[in-house]
């Protein structure tokens, strides 16, 4: 049990944090990008959510557990968050049922206030995804008067989350949604990039290196945080076996520089990989 003075001394602590993890960032190539500064620690990517409604998914619960543990200096959503299903350019599949953007924003903002609670002091950031995007290009389509009204923007229901197209960690490391994708985007995107980068989009989880002659840099796939096999998948993929998994990527950084990444797996059986161990979130 803290005492009276160890409360308030912790207390102090984790403003004087806050504070200068707020300080720690700034905006570049016109606001497209949000650069953070390194420190020791780690930065938590989780990618394609597709959040819709219903209960929280493993991978989701897993990124909650390691969140509250580690308390990382950044946790950046690579986009994909907001699936905007019923306003995709792609027609209806027979008669399938999706929920509405209503129904979709709600649960986001319940997703997203739920992981500020767990991780107050860290810099929060939302990489733009194409699914994201629909939000706004629709809008922009069908009402174009309405530019400029707040609640227009997707950013605009997520004010805890900077937005951004990219996020850079220190000189090292490159956190966006997508350049480019298929079987190899991890191998293609890194050598594109000329140093490391994680990139969402294709629900995959692994890490390509590559060692050149100025050093050595990873392409690192995130995954989904979506349950493969879930509904939002079920018409799209045909019910056919796809090379998605769900989980996450963990960075970690000492002295300044980044360090390695883990990769947090969902099994089939619905249990989580993570150090050696195995577990149910």
Not at 20 to 27: L, P
Not at 153 to 164: H, I, S, V, Y
Not at 191 to 206: M, S, W
Request: proline share 5%.
């Amino acid at each position: 049990m803290r005492t009276p003075e160890q409360q308030r001394r912790q207390e102090e602590a984790a403003a004087r944090l806050a504070a200068k993890r707020k300080q720690a960032h700034w905006r570049g190539r016109h606001g497209a990008r949000v650069h953070l500064e390194v420190e020791d620690g780690c930065v938590i990517v989780f990618s394609d959510a597709h959040f819709w409604p219903g209960q929280p998914t493993v991978a989701y619960r897993a990124l909650c557990w390691l969140v509250r543990e580690y308390q990382p200096f950044a946790l950046i959503d690579n986009g994909d968050s907001f699936d905007g299903a019923t306003i995709s350019r792609w027609p209806r599949i027979g008669w399938d049922s999706k929920p509405t953007v209503a129904e979709e924003l709600a649960v986001n903002c319940e997703r997203h206030e739920e992981l500020e609670k767990l991780a107050p002091n860290a810099l929060r950031v939302w990489n733009l995804g194409n699914h994201d995007a629909r939000f706004e290009t629709f809008l922009a389509s069908k009402v174009p008067e309405y530019q400029g009204v707040s609640g227009f923007q997707l950013r605009d229901r997520f004010p805890g989350w900077l937005p951004a197209w990219s996020t850079w960690v220190g000189d090292q490391v490159i956190v966006k949604h997508r350049i480019g994708g298929g079987k190899y985007a991890a191998a293609n995107n890194v050598l594109k990039a000329g140093r490391t980068i994680v990139t969402g989009h294709d629900h995959r989880l692994y890490e390509f290196p590559l060692s050149t002659y100025a050093g050595d840099f990873y392409g690192i796939d995130a995954g989904t945080l979506a349950d493969i096999w879930g509904p939002m998948f079920k018409d799209y993929t045909e019910d056919n076996p796809v090379d998605w998994h769900s989980g996450f990527p963990i960075l970690w950084f000492r002295g300044g520089r980044y360090v390695g990444v883990e990769l947090v797996r969902v099994l089939q059986d619905g249990r989580v990989f993570h150090r050696g161990q195995v577990y149910r979130p």
